[in-house]
């Protein structure tokens, strides 16, 4: 089978060569997790691999990220890569010969295969601890849905792990593959810089929300900052938000637990707590 210039040029190739960026901070020889993404919908990630932090962290070469069109490998005259679902039902249902194929290709393009994720609404929900694990990968391919879903013989054959980031149905799996990029990129070492590490606190060890945060001006439409934390007593300082986020957290948590109405119309309130 022949392998077409399928790869879209931009994202990690877009960007000058390591040797001409000028930053005296670190700059990969080799990245430290490639992302394969396959999808329908390349340009979708243009922009968002463009600015902030992945822009620097691809440009800097600690991360790389390549972008394939799904229809490269459609094989029909059409370019077609979907199909309507044996035994009727509204949509379409993405083709196991040209996906799996695509998969194929790109994994033999480099070493190592990579983790192969599968982005799909019936997937597990994403967590930080899975985060915490792809992000020890050399590798992950990223496979975005379309339409209806996948069909099942692409699951079968590939075995990817099942990524949903939500209980909600978008059009694609762009999105989520965006989500997965973004969450676990900023766990690679240095991607970011030594102001932002300290957002990791959400999610941390302990497994606590992140507490609350402000900054100037003092008081703003009647609202102040707490006393606390413009008093210079570091002590205090921490003990007052180590208790906000356990507030948070227990308040979150009670959240979740409430019981949903089934068939509830939209917008309706929850149960009332005693
Ligand atoms: Cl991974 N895909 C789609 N299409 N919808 C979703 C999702 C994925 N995760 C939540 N909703």
Redesign the pocket.
């Known amino acids: 089978m022949s392998t077409p210039n399928h790869e879209v040029k931009s994202g990690s190739d877009a960007v000058p060569p390591a040797s001409s960026v000028e930053d005296s901070s670190t700059v990969a020889s080799r990245p430290l997790i490639r992302f394969d993404v396959l999808t329908l919908f390349p340009n979708l990630f243009e922009g968002f691999l463009s600015e902030s932090i992945l822009k620097r962290a691809l440009e800097r070469n600690l991360i790389a990220v390549h972008r394939h069109d799904l229809r490269t490998w459609a094989s029909n005259k059409h370019h077609q890569v979907d199909d309507r679902p044996f035994g009727g039902g509204p949509g379409m249902v993405l083709m196991a010969p040209p996906v799996v194929e695509a998969v194929e290709a790109v994994q033999a393009l480099t070493a190592p295969p990579g983790l192969v994720l599968a982005?799909?609404?019936s997937?597990r929900r994403l967590d930080q601890e899975w985060v915490r694990r792809l992000a020890t990968q050399p590798r992950l391919i990223l496979l975005c849905?379309r339409y209806e879903g996948f069909d099942e013989r692409i699951i079968e054959l590939l075995q990817p792990e099942l990524?949903?980031?939500?209980?909600?149905?978008?059009?694609?799996?762009e999105v989520?593959a965006m989500v997965v990029i973004d969450a676990v990129s900023r766990l690679i070492p240095g991607v970011l810089g030594d102001d932002q590490s300290a957002v990791e606190d959400s999610f941390g060890p302990e497994g606590l929300l992140d507490h609350p945060h402000y900054t100037r001006p003092r008081l703003y439409r009647g609202l102040s900052v707490p006393e606390v934390l413009t008093s210079g007593n570091h002590a205090e300082i921490a003990r007052w938000r180590r208790e906000q986020a356990l507030q948070r957290t227990r308040q979150r948590f009670r959240e979740a637990v409430l019981p949903t109405i089934p068939n509830a119309p939209y917008g309706s309130a929850p149960p009332a707590t005693e």
């Open positions: 982005m799909t609404p997937g849905g990524v949903s980031i939500g209980d909600y149905v978008l059009s694609g799996g989520p």
